[in-house]
């Protein structure tokens, strides 16, 4: 019993770390999904926020890259014709050309670095993008810059020329400057407030993800609270195994109880059945008893018929008992004859030896003259058998039943004499058993008959269960119902041609 509870105990401490840990792997992960889920959701809205202030700022790019270099191109086009006009004004002069060379010169490389950074703008994140507008806006500034300072020290240097054509142009392409500065300027401060922008979102996602914190400070005291009715739930599941240990252990005491009782009606039952044993096996000796005083009964009596019998025998013995004659033909009837009234015992072996010796007629009496005197009647029987009996095989005996059919002139008692006859000899060959003697001569006595008519009606009496001695008899009635005549005319030639 201690072993038995000690088991228990460790299987319901098993089951119980079993169930803890699945109950852990299923928490961590339900808290591992509800973290991948927010941090998908973060990503997403991260992702989403980072490629709209991208692409904004891609936009923004595009945008001012195309008015700048648009802007520069058409400076470059504008000093191009003021500096061929004030080229063409000042007579071409060698100082000139070469600062208008230089100036050109400049621009087309400012503009190849502007083309060569557009290029690489592609591959730079977002604040590498802003330094590089704000450099761009840095170049065109000194570029502007330097344009002014060069074209007002071209114009301190030059000549003042008196025509009024002139001073009107210089006047108006220093209009054109300002205008493109500041132009410039209020990109820059564009520049300034999309910055701006992006700092305010900076600090709306600064924001949400606070807000995530928080959530997810209040998803950990949810899952506090989760771990505490956990808890509450694996005590009051401790309870229930407890509970369960004790109907178990009183489950146990009533099997227990009910295997004791079903050993007493086992043994109930077992006394029972001696008992009705006990019973039969008297009933049984008391039919033994009857039976035992049946034969002595019957005993008794026999040993008075013998005792009759012995006396009438000792008064008959006297007298030499006679035997058909037999002259070498229908040794089986002579023979059935001379046993049967060998194991009568109503006459002595000497009568009975002599009485054999005076049925032999003709020729069958030379058999005297090799016999001695004082044989028995059995060994006569014997050598009669030798030199008179039948000498076919037992198998050729055997074919002979199964071939034999009913002639013509031959009557259903006389071929059912035939047919018994030639069955007897195959008995006594051992090629059939006696046990078969009905079924045999039944099947064989009317499947030999020679009439269709006698076959027909008997067949219900065939195929039922009636002996051969019915089926005969009844074969009989309708033999001599159909020609009661020649059935007697037939019977008296048969039995008369037995008897020759």
Known sequence: MAQAISKRELRCIRRERI???????????????????????????????????????????????????????????????????????????????????????????????????????????YVSSADHIHTRIRDNSSIVADRNSGIE?????????????????????????KEDIRRVQNEYAEIRSQSEKYEIKNCQLMKSREDEERSHRMMLEQRLVLENEFERKRQAEKELLRNIEQLELQERALLQQRSRNELLDREIAVRRMKDDDMNRRLEVL????????????????NYMIREVTTNDQIKLSTRIPTLPSFDGKNFEEWKLEAVCMMRTGLYSDYAVSQAIRNSLKGDTRRILLIIKPSESAEELIAK???????????????QDFYSAKQNETESCSAWGIRLEALFQQAVNKGEIEERKRDNKLKERFWRGLNSEQLKSATRVSYESNDSFEKLKRKTRLEEEENNPVNATGNTLVNQQRMID
């Open 19 to 125: 169930r803890e840990e699945i109950l852990k792997e299923e928490q961590e992960l339900k808290e591992r999904r509800i973290k991948e889920r927010i941090e998908r959701e973060l990503r997403s809205e991260l992702s989403d926020e980072q490629d709209s202030i991208v692409s904004n700022m891609n936009t923004i790019d595009d945008y001012l890259q195309e008015e700048s270099i648009n802007g520069v191109e058409h400076i470059l086009m504008n000093e191009k014709s003021t500096d061929c006009f004030e080229t063409q004004l000042n007579g071409n002069t060698p100082d000139s050309l070469r600062y208008l060379d230089e100036h050109m010169r400049k621009l087309d490389v400012t503009l190849r670095e502007l083309k060569y950074e557009d290029r690489k703008r592609e591959d730079k994140t």
């Open 153 to 177: 020290e071209r114009l301190s240097n030059r000549v003042v020329d008196t025509r009024l054509s002139r001073n009107e142009t210089g006047s108006a392409h220093k209009y054109e400057l």
């Open 286 to 301: 008391k039919q033994k008893e009857r039976v035992l005083k049946d034969k002595v009964q019957q005993k008794n009596d």
């Open 384 to 398: 009669m058998t030798e030199n008179f009996g039948e000498v076919k095989s037992g198998e050729r005996i055997v």
